[in-house]
T-cell receptor, first 114, second 115 residues
Framework: NAGVTQTPKFQVLKTGQSMTLQCAQD?????MYWYRQDPGMGLRLIYY???????DKGEVPNGYNVSRLNKREFSLRLESAAPSQTSVYFC?????????????FGNGTRLTVT | QQQVKQSPQSLIVQKGGISIINCAYE??????FPWYQQFPGKGPALLIA?????SEKKEGRFTISFNKSAKQFSLHIMDSQPGDSATYFC??????????????FGAGTRLAVHP
């Protein structure tokens, strides 16, 4: 089982460029999430999708958009990249949204915006 | 209110020693406290979790101690091994809108276990 697959693994963008981070899970999970990880700040939720067809903002949604393409795929788009968006981005999924449903993370996309 | 404060930022322990990582919270609505372990180049993975109705949970060498009145919880790694070297995140879960349980992460602790 691949679990949660993220592409690309690394990306360098110039300020103002756009890109889409891809995420797919093969565990038949209902909910999917995008987090960013910055030194000293832990993991912060950008957007989530509790189920296919729904998306909601997390703690730090500004500058991002998401698409829940189908049950397997959840993409994150940066329309006009800024240096403040330099970070490691993690996609995660879990069976449901209840408190004890563990998150399964991908291996991350390291994004640098110059 | 929504923060989870984690300390220390980094920790160096000798092989065989005890590693202790502490977390504190303010929001009494938090009702589930997981710990995630992250190895370099990988995503975090659930290590162990506790509910606030118990004071301790042990799984192998890993133990969570929970103090509800002090709003603090900690991870203890007994007989620490070099393979335990990783970043550890505490987290707290609270009901959010639409039936979703929001997970708030601490800032992380980078643990290095020296042989």
């Amino acid at each position: 089982n691949a679990g949660v697959t993220q592409t690309p693994k690394f990306q360098v963008l110039k300020t103002g460029q756009s890109m889409t981070l891809q995420c797919a899970q093969d565990m038949n999970h209902n909910s999917m999430y995008w987090y960013r990880q910055d030194p000293g700040m832990g993991l912060r939720l950008i957007y989530y999708s509790a189920s296919e067809g729904t998306t909601d903002k997390g703690e730090v949604p500004n500058g991002y958009n998401v698409s829940r393409l189908n049950k397997r795929e959840f993409s994150l788009r940066l329309e006009s990249a800024a240096p403040s968006q330099t970070s490691v981005y993690f996609c995660a999924s879990r069976t449901g949204t209840s408190y004890n449903s563990p998150l399964h993370f991908g291996n991350g996309t390291r994004l640098t915006v110059t | 209110q929504q923060q989870v404060k984690q300390s220390p930022q980094s920790l160096i322990v000798q092989k065989g020693g005890i590693s202790i990582i502490n977390c504190a919270y303010e929001n009494t609505a938090f009702d589930y406290f997981p710990w995630y372990q992250q190895f370099p180049g990988k995503g975090p993975a659930l290590l162990i979790a506790i509910r606030p109705d118990v004071s301790e949970k042990k799984e192998g060498r890993f133990t969570i101690s929970f103090n509800k009145s002090a709003k603090q919880f900690s991870l203890h790694i007994m007989d620490s091994q070099p393979g335990d070297s990783a970043t550890y995140f505490c987290a707290a879960s609270a009901p959010f809108s639409g039936g979703y349980n929001k997970l708030i992460f601490g800032a992380g602790t980078r643990l290095a276990v020296h042989p």
